[in-house]
């Protein structure tokens, strides 16, 4: 955790330095940041750090990848004259199982076009997901659990 504040830390001073406080600008100067972690590795950067930083940005690569091919997806589906969609619910068995992983998992599948985190069973194996075209949800379960889910676990544990 030390490390991820030290890192956060150059990151502003990279914005204070360049005079731009925007966003990608942020993630420029901590992605710059991890890189002079990885150079000088002794005392500060750690291999077990710098993993996992690669881990979150994988699975926020991931996240945008998905993002853009749902969003040509739902345009596609909008714009065909003849709609046929199949919308539903499908329940999604959890592999996670901490509360932040589940939030997380629940919301990046919010986010993306076509799909809604209806609700989680009580017990916490559950996620109820809504599509707009549930016509193969083995499929969808299959997507979930190799991308976003998959991803979830690996950057965080």
Known sequence: ???FAFNLLL?????AITGNASFPNLILGFVLAALALTIVREPFGSAVYLDRTRRLLLLAGLFLRELAISAWRVALMVLRPHMDLKPGIFAFPLTVDRDFEITLLANL???TPGTLSVDVSEDRKTLYVHALDCSDPEAAKRNIAAGFERRIMEAFR
């Open 1 to 3: 955790m030390t490390l």
């Open 11 to 15: 990151a502003v001073v990279w914005i």
């Open 109 to 111: 599948i919010t986010l």
